[in-house]
T-cell receptor, first 112, second 114 residues
C-alpha cells in the first residue's frame, strides 16, 4: 500500500518568513496530492491540491510543488502570519482510488 | 463549496453505552463517505469506507461490530460506537468525496467515555 512520510513534525517561523513542509510517497500510482490545515478541535480543511500532471500550483501565499520522479511534494507558505499556525497534513491518493493516505502532520507555529 | 456537517461536535458518555455520530452532505450527494479516527497529536487513521445502500468496508483491525456504520441515504452516514469504553475516547472525523473538488471533511466529534 501507499506510505506517506512528512517532515518536519514541528516547525516554528517568525512572522513574515516562509515555511516549507515536505512529503514523500511510495506508490507511483498515486496521482492526487492534497494539503490540509487542521486547527485545534476542528476537522481538516483543504487548502491546496495538485494532480500528477502538474508540477506546481500556487494560490496567493500558498504553493505546492510535485516531483513525480522523486515521489515527493512540498507545501510552501510565504509571508507567514500568526493565523497560519495549525497542523498541516499532506495526503496521497492512488489513481482511481477513493481513499487516500495521510502524512503524520506538521505543527506549524508562526511567532508574531 | 461542498460542506459536510458533522454532529455532535462533542459528546461525553458513560462506559457501556452507545453513541451515534452523524455526517450529512449539505449541498451534494455522497455515495461514499469515509470515517477517520484521530488520536492527540497524531494523523488521521482511516477506519472504514461507508457506501450508500451497501455494507461498509472496514480497515484491518477495526471491529465492525463495535463501530457500526450506516449509509442509508445519499446525504447521511452514521457511525455508532457501541458499548463504548474509555479507550474509545478519540476524535472522529468523516469525509466525503466531491466530484471536481476533492475531499471535504466534517468538523469532527470529540468523544469522551467516562
Amino acid at each position: 500500500g501507499e506510505n506517506v512520510e512528512q517532515h518536519p513534525s514541528t516547525l516554528s517561523v517568525q512572522e513574515g518568513d516562509s515555511a516549507v513542509i515536505k512529503c514523500t510517497y511510495s506508490d507511483s500510482a498515486s496521482n492526487y496530492f492534497p494539503w490540509y490545515k487542521q486547527e485545534l478541535g476542528k476537522g481538516p480543511q483543504l487548502i491546496i491540491d495538485i494532480r500528477s500532471n502538474v508540477g506546481e500550483k500556487k494560490d496567493q501565499r500558498i504553493a505546492v510543488t510535485l516531483n513525480k520522479t522523486a515521489k515527493h511534494f512540498s507545501l510552501h507558505i510565504t509571508e507567514t502570519q500568526p493565523e497560519d499556525s495549525a497542523v498541516y497534513f499532506c495526503a496521497a491518493s492512488p489513481q482511481g482510488g477513493n481513499q487516500f493516505y495521510f502524512g503524520t502532520g506538521t505543527s506549524l507555529t508562526v511567532i508574531p | 463549496g461542498a460542506v459536510v456537517s458533522q454532529h455532535p461536535s462533542r459528546v461525553i458518555c458513560k462506559s457501556g453505552t452507545s453513541v451515534k455520530i452523524e455526517c450529512r452532505s449539505l449541498d451534494f450527494q455522497a455515495t461514499t463517505m469515509f470515517w477517520y479516527r484521530q488520536f492527540p497529536k497524531k494523523s488521521l487513521m482511516l477506519m472504514a469506507t461507508s457506501n450508500e445502500g451497501s455494507k461498509a468496508t472496514y480497515e484491518q483491525g477495526v471491529e465492525k461490530d463495535k463501530f457500526l456504520i450506516n449509509h442509508a441515504s445519499l446525504t447521511l452516514s452514521t457511525l455508532t460506537v457501541t458499548s463504548a469504553h474509555p479507550e474509545d475516547s478519540s476524535f472522529y472525523i468523516c469525509s466525503a468525496r466531491v466530484e471536481s473538488y476533492g475531499y471535504t471533511f466534517g468538523s469532527g466529534t470529540r468523544l469522551t467515555v467516562v
